[in-house]
């Protein structure tokens, strides 16, 4: 999180628009942001949802509850006996109902407690009036408390379409038995003909008691091909004449003081200003007050009435209605106030959104909103004081100062990036310790072989050494000593650079220590060392390798040299080779060098493979070499894919191991 600024200045914090911690906070108050929003939105379209179920639960109770009420008045005189019907609806919609006067006088009042029920509400609920009923859509299922008041049937001529007197208000056209029963059979007969045609109807009777056929399917149209006679049901009774002619004269006498002519009535209401008789229908038309839908009523036969556009037509309505309220006054309940609230006496509660739940919505998305930035700014700053440790200690690294530790914090992915930090820095100081120690180590070892060059030199020179045989001999031995330095050095830096190259070809292990035991065998026998090749007792022989003879033969020569340098005499000096499976693809080859030595120091095991690391600590070229010769060796190794092991007992010997697999090196393939 920081960077060092040009010439060498002070670091400079970066702008919080491009640091860790700004894009967190950036991101972290777009997600809440975008969670708030959706959070606020889904409780608004839920509540909303509650809202408006709610508020259709209560519509549709208040509903029944007027339907009810309208059906009681439609068929009494009074509101004498109305309170057995208004417990029933209390109970029903678990609500307080009170049915006034008109000046507020109680009627029926479903709450009957010992205490004074409580003062009702200052606005009715609804009038219940059954000669002036609008129209109502509740939304309730059909059946289920919905009123809907239609203009009863249709004919011939104009009928009226804005009757507002509940269906249930017959008054006058209500039949009595006789005329009932007679109609009913005759429906009846109507039905059993139709059945013998094919067509399944019933019998549906009016609030006034005329019956109408009802065919199954509401497809009338199929009753125009039958035989089935329908005449004895399409004629007004003798109550319904009687109660047609009372209207007919009062719709007249409104028209009259209009100055309009006298129209004609007929069953269903329809009107008609010529005297012919109109077309008859297939279907008995319904009688006044009967509650149907449009289409159940109107016979398909005759056609859709025209609409009330004209200004004689609405007149005509007009006095149509005024003359059904004026003939039904005395048969219907007068028109009562009805309350609705709920059992205690209050208002029925209802959900609404105002400003202020709005409001509350808006708060409490803001605090979420606050609450996430919060602790987003904690958690980034808890986030970024370990990167900008990490950083900071990186820049003195760069620097050249020495490296710091890291505090890990806890144990997670910045924890574990610290730790790592911590080891590569520890590993970092490793690797300088070890690039100290070899330039001291690779002066050491290139000084006495070049002093004694020098002396030798300085004192022919000087006359003080005889240049003979022996003196060239001796500066011959420390030249050679020191290309094999070199050659050591080179060998290595070949292989640290990744350029060391390898010729792998097909190589009998068995041939290839055969080669390596007659090379040192002079060395060996002059200090009374054993050299000798087997394969151990229960091991498979080695199979074929593929790989480079001359890196093998210097490997294993190294270790072969190395093994009988530090051999007393009377010891002995053992190669193996033998195949570390059962034989086939991907086996390994193992090749052991084994000495009966004075061993390696538990202590010194990890070290025998470094860079001039001598057994001896006095560091005498004459008993150590100059110590590249194991180093080269795991070198070689590598490159051919395999690794190198050793194993020491403190004086019993040590085992040096190599495993090579058996399918060979990639020639381009350079030590790890």
């Known amino acids: 999180m920081f960077r ?42 839920t509540t909303s949802g509650a809202i408006e179920q709610e508020q259709g639960r209560n519509l549709a109770a208040d509903t029944r509850v007027l339907d009810g009420l309208l059906a009681y008045a439609a068929g009494h005189p009074t509101w004498d006996g109305v309170g057995p019907t208004v417990d029933e609806l209390a109970d029903a919609s678990d609500r307080r109902i009170t049915l006034t006067t008109q000046s507020r006088e109680i009627l029926a009042d479903s709450a009957r407690s010992s205490p004074p029920p409580p003062a009702l509400p200052p ?55 006789t005329e009932r029963a007679s109609l009913r059979r005759t429906a009846e007969e109507t039905v059993r003909c ?90 008995p038309r319904p009688v006044p007050g009967v509650a149907v839908p449009e289409e159940e009523a109107r016979p398909s036969a005759l056609p859709t009435p025209a609409p009330l556009d ?38 029925v509660p209802a959900f609404e959104l105002s400003s202020g739940n709005t409001a509350k919505i808006t708060g409490v998305a803001a605090l979420v909103l606050a609450l996430t930035v919060g602790a987003s700014v904690l958690a980034g700053v808890r986030l970024v004081r370990p990167l900008h440790a990490l950083t900071g200690a990186a820049q003195r690294m760069r620097d050249g100062e020495d490296p710091s530790h890291v505090v890990v914090a806890a144990d997670n992915e910045i924890g574990r990036l610290a ?31 070049l002093s004694n060059i020098r002396g030798w030199l300085e004192g022919a020179q000087d006359g003080i050494a005889e240049v003979d045989a022996s003196l060239v001999s001796s500066l011959l031995e420390e030249a050679v000593q020191l290309q094999h330095i070199i050659d050591d050095l080179q060998d290595l830096a070949a292989a640290d650079a990744g350029v060391l190259r390898i010729h792998p070809e097909p190589l009998r292990i068995e041939e290839l220590l ?55 005499p009377g010891g002995r000096v053992m190669l193996h080779a033998y195949a570390a499976g059962p ?18 120091a538990p202590e010194d095991l990890p070290h025998v493979f470094d860079r001039f690391w001598r057994a001896e600590k006095s560091r005498s070229r004459r008993t150590g070499g100059s110590g590249l010769g ?23 010997g040590s085992v040096f191991t190599l495993r090579l697999p058996s399918a060979g090196p990639d020639p381009m393939r350079t030590p790890a």
Not at 521 to 550: I, K, S, W
């Open 583 to 600: 034989g086939g693809e991907g086996d390994e080859t193992v090749v052991e060098v084994a000495d009966t030595g004075c061993g390696i």
């Open 630 to 652: 194991l180093a080269i060796v795991r070198k070689l190794v590598e490159a051919h894919g395999g690794t190198t092991g050793v194993a020491s007992t403190v004086g019993h």
């Open 4 to 45: 060092r600024a040009e010439h060498g200045g002070p670091r400079l914090r970066l702008p919080l628009r491009k640091s860790l911690l700004g894009r967190l906070l950036a991101v972290s108050a777009l997600v809440a942001a975008c969670s708030v929003a959706a959070t606020a939105w889904l409780a608004v379209q």
């Open 514 to 568: 055969g080669y390596v035991v007659a090379a040192h065998q002079a060395e060996a026998d002059a200090a009374g060392v054993a050299l000798t090749v087997a394969v151990p007792e229960g091991r498979e022989p080695p199979p074929d390798l593929a790989a480079d003879p001359v890196r093998m033969r210097q490997v294993i020569g190294n270790l072969v040299s190395n093994a009988v340098r530090h051999t007393p």
């Open 123 to 177: 606005q009715a609920s609804a009038v219940v009036d059954p000669l002036s009923v609008a129209a109502v859509s509740s939304g309730a299922e059909p059946g289920e408390g919905s009123v809907t008041v239609a203009a009863p049937g249709s004919g011939g001529g104009q009928r009226s379409g804005n009757d507002r007197v509940d269906p249930r208000a017959v008054g006058p056209f209500k039949l009595p038995e």
């Open 419 to 449: 730790a790592a930090f911590n080891d590569m820095t520890e590993h970092r100081a490793r690797l300088e310790d070890q690039r100290k120690a070899m330039v001291s180590d690779v002066a050491h070892e290139l000084r006495t072989p």
């Open 194 to 283: 139709l059945s013998r045609s094919g067509i399944a109807s019933d019998v549906v009777e009016s609030p006034s008691g005329r019956p109408r056929i009802q065919v199954v399917g509401n497809d009338p149209d199929r009753m125009q091909n039958s035989r089935c006679s329908t005449d004895g049901l399409d004629s007004p009774t003798g109550t319904e004449a009687k109660a047609l002619t009372a209207l007919n004269g009062l719709v007249n006498a409104c028209l009259d003081r209009q100055g309009r002519e006298a129209v004609r009535l007929d069953l269903d209401l329809s009107w008609n200003t010529r005297e012919e008789p109109q077309a008859a229908t297939a279907v």
């Open 310 to 347: 004209s200004e004689n037509d609405r007149d005509i309505a007009s006095c149509v209605g005024i003359a059904r309220q004026e003939q039904l006054s005395s048969y219907v309940a007068s028109p009562a106030l009805l309350f609705i609230s709920d059992p205690g006496g209050g208002a």
